[in-house]
Nanobody
Framework: QVQLVESGGGLVQVGGSLRLSCDAS???????MGWFRQAPGKDREYVTS??????YYADSVKGRFTISRDNAKSTVYLQMNRLKLEDTAVYYC?????????????????WGQGTQVTVSS
């Protein structure tokens, strides 16, 4: 059983940066790891994911966000740069052996509790 715990959220100004971490208990080698976000009143949306050697990004974050993983530490990171007001949301870490399609939350079986990211002007 994989358990996920996010950290690193907070309040940041427009144009600033944050790095989120997702610590996993249990073996995550072979799992696809991902990040989703959910703003108030909106559906949970796909942000990015990483397999063993490939990364994917939503168009809205491409070029600004970077996902990475350290399998030795069972940790996944989300580096967020040039943050915008519309990036404000609760960010969730997710894990799944095979998430197809990866953009649908229903295809991911393991979730963290979420961490709040607020971008202010």
């Amino acid at each position: 059983q994989v358990q996920l715990v996010e950290s690193g959220g907070g309040l940041v100004q427009v144009g600033g940066s944050l790095r989120l971490s997702c610590d996993a208990s249990g073996r995550t080698t072979g799992y696809t790891m991902g990040w989703f976000r959910q703003a108030p009143g909106k559906d949970r949306e796909y942000v990015t994911s990483i397999t063993s050697n490939t990364t994917y990004y939503a168009d809205s974050v491409k070029g600004r966000f970077t996902i990475s993983r350290d399998n030795a530490k069972s940790t996944v990171y989300l580096q967020m740069n040039r943050l915008k007001l519309e990036d404000t949301a609760v960010y969730y870490c997710a894990a799944q052996v095979l998430a197809t399609p990866r953009t649908s939350p229903t295809n991911w079986g393991h979730w963290g509790q979420g961490t709040q990211v607020t971008v202010s002007s």
